[in-house]
T-cell receptor
Framework: AQKVTQAQTEISVVEKEDVTLDCVYETRDTTYYLFWYKQPPSGELVFLIRRNSFDEQNEISGRYSWNFQKSTSSFNFTITASQVVDSAVYFCALSEPSNTGKLIFGQGTTLQVKP | GAGVSQSPSNKVTEKGKDVELRCDPISGHTALYWYRQSLGQGLEFLIYFQGNSAPDKSGLPSDRFSAERTGGSVSTLKIQRTQQEDSAVYLC?????????FGEGSWLTVV
């Protein structure tokens, strides 16, 4: 069965610290997609990144970076030099194109960045 | 429109009443999803549409829940005889090229 685990329920850091959000997934499919979404207090789910299972190249976008390790079934998200505006709930998700493409979400990690 | 649009943004209803939630997906997106986010329950899948048909309804929690989509565009999620446990944020999403974009959600409170 497909499953996404975000073991960190809450993380609190001080502004300018680096922080890594962990995500571990389970799937039997060889083709799948992994996602990260941000949910700020306003409630909207904001798409951050999609990674397909055949592309293990790490990605960097500004202060955000993602580390995809197929060998450990992990897709971790690092925020460098965190800012107060990064405070939100972050969700990792898995989708399988062969199975309607619906998303299986982790339970989310609440990140609080203090000034 | 530019993004997924949902209405109403907030709805308070009395237990036992019916409610309808509307979703207007991103233009051209053929795939449409409904999810529910309850306090302490995370995000759960409800139903998937491809065009006007719903090949996956496996997440609908009971027969009080139904959804339809017309013209391959707007979708309506209907909850009959609402119960307090139906209180949640109902999120609609549409998809293009395997990337799913979400609306801002409809906050439903059943009192």
């Amino acid at each position: 069965a497909q499953k996404v685990t975000q073991a960190q329920t809450e993380i609190s850091v001080v502004e300018k610290e680096d922080v890594t959000l962990d995500c571990v997934y389970e799937t039997r499919d060889t083709t799948y997609y992994l996602f990260w979404y941000k949910q700020p207090p306003s409630g909207e789910l904001v798409f951050l990144i999609r990674r397909n299972s055949f592309d293990e190249q790490n990605e960097i976008s500004g202060r955000y970076s993602w580390n995809f390790q197929k060998s450990t079934s992990s897709f971790n998200f690092t925020i460098t030099a965190s800012q107060v505006v990064d405070s939100a709930v972050y969700f990792c998700a898995l989708s399988e194109p062969s199975n309607t493409g619906k998303l299986i979400f982790g339970q989310g990690t609440t990140l609080q960045v203090k000034p | 429109g530019a993004g997924v649009s949902q209405s109403p943004s907030n709805k308070v209803t009395e237990k036992g009443k019916d409610v309808e939630l509307r979703c207007d997906p991103i233009s051209g997106h053929t795939a449409l999803y409904w999810y529910r986010q309850s306090l302490g329950q995370g995000l759960e899948f409800l139903i998937y549409f491809q065009g006007n048909s719903a090949p996956d309804k496996s997440g609908l929690p009971s027969d009080r829940f139904s959804a339809e989509r017309t013209g391959g565009s707007v979708s309506t999620l209907k909850i009959q005889r609402t119960q307090q446990e139906d209180s949640a944020v109902y999120l609609c999403a549409s998809s293009s090229e395997n990337t799913i974009y979400f609306g801002e959600g409809s906050w439903l409170t059943v009192v």
